[in-house]
């Protein structure tokens, strides 16, 4: 990244800076405000412009200092990372403008003050983070905001790059063309060959580039630093895809030891504080859900019995945590005796792929099965498998044994986690997902858990379910 490219993301920087600080002021004048005007708590005496100064100026520069020592603005995160360090930061800020007004004694900040001010002041920070974020991706959707790319490569890697940034405009890049030694795969017939290597000086001249995205085959690693080296000069931010598939698969640290430095990798897992917060997460919903369903459930069950021969409920033999089984609940959607036509089938022909696609006029899913399937309904009595302890609430798509057989190695990292009632799959792809598209989203997810991203999977699972998109 040169230097022209630092100095646009050092403005943004401190106009991040400025806005967040006015924001943090802000509370505290609101806080002062409310507390007074509502004669909430204990009357205070009046700020003046000396308590004024004395109190915004400390709280701007140990704002400015908490936010320093977080590394607030240091790079981009996702929301809901951005809005728990903003939250960190405001909860530091708070705890060291405790101890100055102790010491100072400039004056004393009643608790109902100080209540109100962390209140405004989360809720200022969060929404102003919203709204921006909103407002970009709207743009982003109509084509405005965003940055000129050009990938490098014709491997995986860049196929799949140029597809998801098509397909999710809100990631900030526009691919307008491919440079690339070799001749398009059929997949890339549809974006233009801006020319080969040699040329790329030019090429990111003329066509007035922001992002150059080096997505080589692994033996060309030599081509990688050659391409760094011709963007040495140009005003463009230059990233490289690894094109190992496995690294997807693994969180990665980087240290150095002398001037050499190391990429440590290590497997995608959720333990620890993370394990004990998603578990409790898990009961206190799944124990909800159950609680307000069971009239529902009892009605589907009734249904089901009453139009079609068999069990309510069935059980399936699924894959778990650390590919431990699990019998699985769901409401029976298949005419009996389905489940054998598929197991004959997988037997007969030792080659199928590793992950059959579901037929959308499937002859065996009865009519009621239809129905359930289309609303997912057919999936509330695994809210039993949670609390059980067998599933969570998010998680990766609970396997069959059959398919779990055939994963390659780095498929089976998704089994470092139980199996989720929603997730990933199940929001971004659902039935229309190839194996490899799947794990990677999961694996995504596991790697960068968090108990709002948990939320927001949740969320975003209903405007799914409603579209019904590979539902059948």
Known sequence: MNGTVRREDAVSRNLHRLLDLCLVWTAVVLAYVVKEMGQIGIPTDPFGLKEILLTLGPMGLIWLTATSILETYSYKRPLTNTITNLTGALALTFALFLAFAYFSRVFVYPRWFLVFFIAFGTALLSVSRIVKEELRHALQRRGRLLRRAVVVGTSRSA???????RSHPTYGLSPIGVVSDEALPVELQDIERLGVIDDLEEILTSHRIDDLIVALPGHQHERVVEVAHRCQTKSVR????????????VRATLSEIGDIPLIGLRDPVISGYHAIVKRTFDLIIASLVLAVSWPVMVG???VIRLTSKGPALFKQ????????????YKFRSMIVGAEEEIARAVKLDELAEPLL???QDDPRVTPVGRVLRRWSLDELPQFLNVVKGHMSIVGPRPEERWIVDRYNLWHRKRLSVKPGITGPMQVDGRADLNLDDRVRLELMYIQNYSVFADVKYIARTFPAVWRGKGAY
């Not at 196929?159 to 940034?165: G, P, S, V």
């Not at 033999?317 to 699985?328: C, D, I, L, W, Y």
């Open 238 to 249: 230059l990233r490289v895809v690894p094109d190992l598939i496995e690294v997807i698969a």
């Open 159 to 165: 196929i799949r790059l140029i597809q998801t940034l």
């Open 317 to 328: 033999e699924r894959v778990g945590e650390n590919g431990r089984s699990f019998q699985m």
């Open 357 to 359: 696609p579901k037929e």
């Open 300 to 302: 589907i069950a009734l």
